[in-house]
Structure formats: C-alpha cells, structure tokens
C-alpha cells in the first residue's frame, strides 16, 4: 500500500504525492462524486436490501476545504455542500488517481 507524502490544493484540484513519486490530481467533483461515504455508494443490510447511493452524481462548483488523515490508512476531505463522511483509503485514492 503506498501513502500520501503530500496533499496540495492546485487551483480547482488536489494534488496528491506518494510515497513512491506517484503523484495524482483530482478535480474537486470527481473527488466528490467518488466518495466511498454510504451517502453516495449506499450499503447494505445482511439481506442484501440497498439503501441510498441513488443520488445525484454531478457536484458542479463543490470545492475542497480541507482535509484529514485518518490513522495510517484514508484521507476525509471536507467539501464546500457539507459532505465530509467519505474516507478514502489510500488504495482507494490511489486507483481513482489511475482512472481517466
């Protein structure tokens, strides 16, 4: 698993560094619309019954405000409409950052 060694924000984007020269940009709506949060995936019970994920997927004009690391594994961004549940783990990050 690689780490994050440095996160920018670069004008509408974040820029992410890794740990093995890696680096990866995301435009803030994309970070949005990819959030792992059960909000915006859904998740499901042990029945197998779906519950949520089946909002809107274009977030025009969300902008990053912040971010944390949590623990040694996932970054929590902080977006401008409030949402902030999504933990990204590091691989999770990293494939998205492969993803055109």
Known sequence: MHAPVNIQLIGAEVAVAWDDGVESF???EKL???SPSAETQGERDILGNQYGGGGTRKF???QVLGWAQIGNY???FDFSDGHRTG???YDY???LGEQP
């Open 87 to 89: 933990l990204y783990s």
């Open 26 to 28: 995301f435009t803030f």
């Open 93 to 95: 990050l990293r494939k």
């Open 60 to 62: 025009p004009g969300v």
């Open 32 to 34: 949005r619309a990819a």
């Open 74 to 76: 996932a970054i929590r």
